[in-house]
C-alpha cells in the first residue's frame, strides 16, 4: 500500500519534480497539492494522510507557524519541511515546531526519498550535514536565537527590506502588531533600529534566508 503524500508547495516546478520522483517508486505517491497555507490546511482537515511534505514559504498562511497548525489539527500526521531556506537556520525551529525533519531543495533524489520514508514511519530525519553542525556547536545562544519564531519570521522580512505594511498584509497581521513585534525583536537582540538589525544580519549571514 503506497504512502499517500500531501505536496505543500507554491512551485510548479519542484511539484513536477516530486511527482516524476514518487511515481518511479512503489511505495511512495502524490495524493493531493495545495499552493498556499489555506489550502494546506484545508487538505489536512479533508483526509488521512501518509505524510505531509511541506515548504516554509508559501502565500498566506505559511511557515513555521503552519507546521505547528497542522500538528494541532492532526498530531499524529507526520510532516516533513522540503524549503530553500538555510538548513543550519531553520531545520531546529522546523522540528521544534513538530516536523520530523528539513530537506533542502539541493537534497540529492536517494536522500529525499530516505527522509520521506523515514518521517512517514514516524522517525525523524535529520541531514549528515545539520548533525556535523549540531556537534561543533559550542551550546552559545546568538541573539537572534532568543527571537521566537513569529518573531523571526518577521525579522527575516525587516532585515531584506520589506516595509511593516508589506509584512502585515504577508503574514495577515496589523500595523501595529508588526510594530509591536519589531521592538520586542530590537529588546531581544538589543540593538538600537533597522539599521542595527540589518548590518547584524550581514554580519551573520542571514539575509539569504528569506523566501524569494
Not at 69 to 92: D, G, H, N, T
Not at 108 to 126: I, P
Request: net charge neutral; proline share 2%.
Amino acid at each position: 500500500m503506497r504512502i499517500e503524500v500531501l505536496l505543500a508547495n507554491e512551485h510548479p516546478v519542484v511539484r513536477a519534480g516530486l511527482r516524476a520522483l514518487l511515481a518511479a517508486t512503489e511505495d511512495l505517491a502524490v495524493a493531493g497539492e495545495a499552493v498556499d497555507g489555506r489550502a494546506t490546511l484545508q487538505q489536512v482537515r479533508a483526509r488521512d494522510w501518509g505524510l505531509v511534505m511541506l515548504d516554509l514559504t508559501m502565500p498566506g498562511r505559511s511557515g513555521l507557524e503552519l507546521v505547528k497548525l497542522i500538528k494541532a489539527e492532526r498530531p499524529r500526521l507526520p510532516v516533513l519541511v522540503f524549503s530553500a531556506q538555510r538548513e543550519e537556520l531553520y531545520a531546529l525551529r522546523a522540528i521544534r515546531a513538530g516536523a520530523l525533519g528539513y530537506l533542502s531543495l539541493k537534497a540529492e533524489a536517494t536522500t529525499v526519498l530516505c527522509a520521506m520514508r523515514r518521517a512517514a514511519a514516524g522517525r525523524l530525519f535529520v541531514s549528515a550535514e545539520m548533525t556535523e553542525l549540531l556537534a561543533s556547536q559550542s551550546g552559545d545562544v546568538l541573539p537572534h536565537d532568543r527571537l521566537t519564531d513569529r518573531e523571526y519570521c518577521i525579522f527575516s522580512r525587516i532585515v531584506q527590506g520589506a516595509s511593516l505594511s508589506d509584512i502585515a498584509d504577508e503574514l495577515s497581521l496589523s500595523i501595529k502588531t508588526v510594530s509591536t513585534h519589531k521592538s520586542h525583536i530590537l529588546e531581544k537582540m538589543t540593538l538600537g533600529g533597522q539599521v542595527e538589525l540589518v548590518r547584524y544580519a550581514f554580519e551573520h549571514k542571514l539575509l539569504d534566508t528569506v523566501s524569494e
